[in-house]
């Protein structure tokens, strides 16, 4: 890793800070304002990837995929009217949208990962394309050029969900990347990269933030700045209580666990890059960029024992339960290994003499449901399983929330909150950030708030 030595700031803007040329217009002037920022990393303007993912995965006729088509060209050139329809800009963006009209008919679209990936790439190189030309239109000069990503990001060829080649990331931005930003603002892309054949990749979920993070640690640094629609990290989604708090700072490992445990603000990769290669990370508005935001960085000046409660629904929970497992050696491997070969990632676990219960995260619009089903088919062969559904995640984040001091409450605070709640699951004490349990969907909301109520009123 090199020393972080520069004072260069990477800025990335979501989709609704890039959904129209006014969006466009607040983030450029953001960028304008603060001469450090010299990368930005743009996601597809808001409601572009949803059309795109609809071209990608629906039986659609050749009228309706012209029809989905027609919605984006829509929405590009709303922005390049605003524009001013710039010559350059405007041929870009059509010669663009003619090599996506060839892929949304290719026959194989449908089935193939590796189509749909070079399909879900184009959202973000018409944004960034045009989130240049409109810095360059406020600042009245050519400040700005947008640079194709793929150049730099270096991925393995697990379509959908790529792994980043680390190494060969930090060699091509050296080259390329590295001498533009000099002179140039330079726009590129999120959560798209390339593989050792030329194929263009997508990191999956979150993989614009996590795109992010990799050219903040590749380009060493100083900052990475996340603007969004909400003013930094609360206390709790602010949509579930109006006495959610906004954070000022937090340290890497309570913003993890926030990420893992669904805060939506922020994905838990996006965090890796930035631990590894200590880049501080500000989340804020693009909506109100003078109003603060949060800071996430390894060192803080404050750690309370409890610094927000976090909720992740969709949880489906399985109990598995056999004799066998009493004094035997073997089993929780044999019981991993069915998980791993179904790709399931396992959050919560907790253990008895003759059963495992643990949950699995069920967002909806994934395949999970019958990975799942798969994994339980396997797993009944040896023993028996229970699965349970409409499950939530509660996790309630701070610093040694394991211990109760009697000044702060520790755990038994925590749960003195819940007498009257009944709790499916809870795991206390494998980590000193966190305490979680699970509990019915249509009660976590309620519970929530009360445990928000009870650990931060005044």
Same mark, same amino acid.
């Given at each position: ?27 450029? !002037? /953001? ?37 989905? =088509?027609? !919605? ?37 679209? /449908? ?11 184009? *959202?973000? @190189? ?23 990503? @793929?150049?730099?990001? #270096? ?5 959908? &969900? ?15 990347? #590295? ?7 330079? /726009? ?43 003013? *930094? ?87 598995? #339960? ?31 003499? /003759? ?57 038994? @605070?925590?749960?003195?909150? =819940? ?9 206390? *004490? ?9 509990? &019915? ?18």
């Amino acid at each position: 890793m090199s020393p972080i030595n520069s004072s260069t700031i990477v800025a990335k803007f979501g989709g609704t800070s890039v959904a129209n040329f006014e969006a466009m217009s607040r983030c450029a !002037q /953001i960028i304008l304002n603060n001469p450090e920022i010299r990368l930005v990393v743009v996601s597809a303007s808001a409601g572009v990837t949803n059309l795109l993912v609809k071209l990608g995965n629906e039986v659609l006729s050749a009228n309706e995929k012209e029809s989905v =088509l027609q !919605q984006i060209r829509n929405i590009q050139n709303s922005i390049l009217n605003d524009l001013g329809r710039p010559v350059k800009a405007q041929d870009v963006i059509s010669q663009l949208i003619e090599q996506l009209a060839e892929i949304a008919l290719h026959p194989l679209l /449908i089935t193939s990962t590796k189509l749909k990936d070079e399909l879900l790439s184009f *959202g973000e @190189r018409m944004s960034s394309v045009l989130f240049a030309e409109v810095i360059n239109k406020i600042s009245g000069q050519a400040s700005a050029v947008a640079f194709d990503g @793929r150049q730099v990001l #270096k991925t393995d060829s697990s379509f959908a &969900k790529a792994e980043p080649q680390l190494e060969a990331t930090r060699k091509q931005a050296n080259s390329l990347l #590295k001498p533009l930003l000099k002179n140039k603002v330079v /726009i590129t892309q999120g959560f798209i990269g390339q593989d050792n054949f030329g194929n263009t990749t997508t990191l999956g979920r979150g993989g614009s933030d996590y795109s992010a993070a990799l050219f903040a640690e590749a380009v060493d640094a100083f900052a990475l700045q996340i603007w969004t629609d909400v003013t *930094g990290i609360y206390t709790t989604d602010p949509r579930i209580t109006d006495k959610a708090r906004p954070i000022k700072e937090i340290s890497f490992d309570e913003a993890a666990e926030m990420a893992t445990f669904g805060a939506k603000i922020l994905h838990p990769a996006t965090l890796i890059p930035a631990i590894r290669s200590g880049v501080k990370v500000f989340v804020g508005s693009s909506l109100e960029p003078d109003a603060g935001g949060t800071w996430i960085s390894k060192e803080v000046d404050y750690r309370p024992a409890y610094r927000a409660v976090a909720l992740r629904n969709e949880q489906t929970l399985l109990t598995v #339960k056999s004799p066998e497992m009493l004094h035997a050696t073997g089993f929780l491997a044999r019981v991993f290994a069915i998980l791993a070969k179904h790709k399931l990632s396992v959050d919560l676990i907790t253990t008895s003499e /003759i059963s495992v219960a643990l949950t699995i995260d069920n967002p909806a619009n994934t395949p999970i449901a019958g990975l799942v089903a798969a994994c339980v088919k396997d797993l009944s062969s040896f023993c028996d399983v229970n699965v349970e559904s409409e499950l939530a995640l509660v996790a309630v984040i701070g610093n040694h929330v394991e211990h109760n001091d009697g000044k702060q409450g520790g755990a038994g @605070r925590i749960f003195s909150s =819940l007498e009257d709640d009944q709790l499916r699951l809870i795991c206390h *004490g494998a980590s000193e950030h966190n305490v979680c349990f699970l509990v &019915k969907q249509e009660n976590a909301k309620d519970i929530v708030r009360q445990i928000h109520d009870d650990l931060f009123s005044v």
